[in-house]
């Protein structure tokens, strides 16, 4: 089992719709969760970064962590054309273990006009 | 404010030889991750420096060396290419051990 996990998809939804993204995990010291945007042939931008459990909101985006369920989520709220890209989730245990980020593989969205 | 800047854009290799890539952080950062992005799959962590040391490291070879410089800036250095050493490599900058780290656009190698 990967200690990472996130449906490739790909995921199209029309513009306007409400995105959901997610991602699962195994290792119970992960601490720290990220999601980033990635463009083709592009490196990944950061998105959201949430500490522990809760909510973060940022404009249209919203990021969940549930570590009890070992689940995060990211919601794009009316999504746009301009929002079609790779989605990884990307989490890390803190300080004390290193800060290496671990990656779920992405999930491919695409968003149609 | 420059971001994080990786050169070369990419290249091709044939398999055996040793290639170096090199990265610049953003500017105020003084943390290097290196990343090996496969087609299709996520960035995997190669190592980090901080203070010209190798602080962290994933699981790779002896191949894959690296450096950091007192300016911060770096080095990834691969020995004996293989074909699956064709990827996207990707660096990040941070603050410290601060776990939000940016990532620069990537070099694309292709080794034949």
């Known amino acids: 089992q990967k200690e990472v996990e996130q449906d490739p998809g790909p995921l199209s939804v029309p513009e306007g719709a409400i995105v959901s993204l997610n991602c699962t995990y195994s290792?119970?010291?992960?601490?720290?969760f990220m999601w980033y945007r990635q463009y083709s042939r592009k490196g990944p931008e950061l998105l959201m970064y949430?500490?522990?459990?809760g909510n973060k909101e940022d404009g249209r985006f919203t990021a969940q962590v549930d570590k009890s369920s070992k689940y995060i989520s990211l919601f794009i709220r009316d999504s746009q054309p301009s929002d079609s890209a790779t989605y990884l989730c990307?989490?890390?245990?803190?300080?004390?273990?290193?800060?290496?980020?671990?990656f779920g593989k992405g999930t491919t969205l695409s968003v149609s006009s | 404010d420059a971001g994080v800047t990786q050169s070369p854009t990419h290249l091709i290799k044939t398999r055996g030889q040793q290639v170096t890539l090199r990265c610049s952080p953003k500017?105020?950062?003084?943390?290097v991750s290196w990343y090996q992005q496969a087609l299709g799959q996520g960035p995997q962590f190669i190592f980090q420096?901080?203070?010209?040391?190798?602080?962290q490291r994933g699981n790779f070879p002896d191949r894959f060396s690296g450096h950091q410089f007192p300016n911060y800036s770096s080095e990834l250095n691969v020995n004996a290419l293989l074909l699956g050493d064709s990827a996207l490599y990707l660096c990040?900058?941070?603050?410290?051990?601060?776990?939000?780290?940016?990532f620069g656009p990537g070099t694309r190698l292709l080794v034949l």
């Open positions: 420096y901080y203070e010209e040391e190798e602080r």
């Open positions: 990307a989490m890390s245990a803190g300080k004390q273990a290193g800060t290496a980020l671990i």
């Open positions: 990040a900058s941070s603050v410290g051990f601060q776990e939000t780290q940016y």
């Open positions: 290792n119970s010291a992960f601490q720290y």
């Open positions: 949430t500490y522990s459990s």
């Open positions: 500017s105020g950062h003084d943390t």
